[in-house]
């Protein structure tokens, strides 16, 4: 008896954008930055505006990560040229 074939899936996995992670020494809590693009290979600090209210620099990695459909974030933007 022949199997039933499955269809294939040729979705491609979407896009929720990139994590950048930071402390905030005045809180003593991990922040999330949340960017849309690809960050760019460019390492130079970001000046960050925290919810406490002071800003915070931060040196981008090249090893960032991709953000998950579910995972928080406490600030967003478009692309890290905002923040430069």
Same mark, same amino acid.
């Given at each position: 008896? !022949?199997q !039933?074939? @499955?269809?294939?899936?040729?979705? $491609? !996995?979407? *896009?929720? &954008?990139?994590v950048?992670?930071? &402390? +905030?020494?005045?809180t &003593?809590? =991990?922040? @999330?930055?949340? #960017? *849309?693009? #690809?960050?760019?290979?460019?390492? @130079? !600090?970001? /000046?960050?505006p +925290? #919810? +406490? &209210? $002071?800003?915070?620099?931060?040196t981008?990695?090249p ?5 998950? %459909? *579910?995972?928080?974030?406490?600030? /967003?933007? %478009?692309? =890290?040229? /905002?923040? @430069?």
């Amino acid at each position: 008896m !022949p199997q !039933p074939r @499955r269809s294939k899936k040729n979705k $491609e !996995p979407r *896009d929720f &954008g990139w994590v950048i992670s930071f &402390g +905030c020494k005045s809180t &003593g809590t =991990l922040r @999330r930055l949340k #960017v *849309d693009t #690809v960050p760019s290979p460019d390492t @130079r !600090p970001i /000046e960050v505006p +925290c #919810v +406490c &209210g $002071e800003t915070h620099r931060v040196t981008v990695s090249p090893y960032r990560r991709r953000r998950s %459909a *579910d995972e928080p974030f406490d600030l /967003e933007v %478009a692309s =890290l040229d /905002e923040l @430069r």
